[in-house]
Structures are given as C-alpha cells and as structure tokens.
C-alpha cells in the first residue's frame, strides 16, 4: 500500500485550503484512512478519520475541516477551512485495516503513511 499527500502550501489566515491522498495496492473501501500532523516542536496529532462513511475530528479542527473519500478513485481528501496560524503543519495521510473505532486518534493502529505535505497559515 502505497499514499501520496499532496495540496499544501502557504496561505493567509482565514483561507481554505484542500488536501488530497492518492493510494495504490491493496486498500480496502472499508479500511480507516486518517489525516494526522506535526507542528513544529510538537508530537504528531491526529486530525480527523474516516470509515464507512463515518467521520471523527479533533476537537481544533471541528467545524472547519472536512473529512471525505471517494472509494472508486481511491482518494482521500481534507478541506481545510477558516485557516489559523496554529494549523501550521506537515500533514499526512495514513490507512490500515485494523483502526478500532475508539482509537481512531491513535497513529499506532496506522499502518501506512504518505510523506507529508506542508501547510503554512500566516498571519
């Protein structure tokens, strides 16, 4: 299984911003797929999740950011709304089979990670 992050870049506070994960191999449409990131100085922290339709977010994200797939194209994507300087971060994308529902916030249970993609709010 293989992911690819990609979208980022550096915007204005208040902007949107819209993130995509392109998978290839073998992923399932019922696998969990996950956005997580890494400020700066900071510990990777889950974002948000999906899986059959049902979605999770962190709190810091909730109401602004949208979490959403589309099977057939085997994408995953992440709109970002209403930017603040705090979202600064490297973001990745992650999928595995065996994410329990209660730990969708755990990056143990992930199994496969894209490389990154940079998102930087000023401002």
């Known amino acids: 299984v293989q992911l690819q992050a990609f979208g980022g870049g550096l915007v204005q506070a208040g902007d949107s911003l819209r993130l995509s994960c392109a998978a290839s191999g073998r992923t399932a449409n019922a696998w969990t797929m996950g956005w997580f990131r890494r400020a700066p100085g900071k510990e990777r922290e889950f974002v948000a999740a999906i899986r059959s339709g049902s979605t999770s977010y962190a709190d810091s994200v909730k109401g602004r950011f949208t979490i959403s797939r589309d099977n057939a194209k085997k994408m995953l994507y992440l709109q970002m709304n209403n930017l603040k300087p705090e979202d600064t971060a490297v973001y990745f994308c992650?999928?595995?089979?065996?994410?329990?529902?209660?730990?969708?916030?755990?990056?143990?249970?992930?199994?496969?990670w894209g490389q990154g993609t940079q998102v930087t709010v000023s401002s």
């Open positions: 992650a999928t595995s089979n065996r994410v329990i529902w209660s730990e969708l916030h755990n990056h143990n249970f992930y199994d496969y």
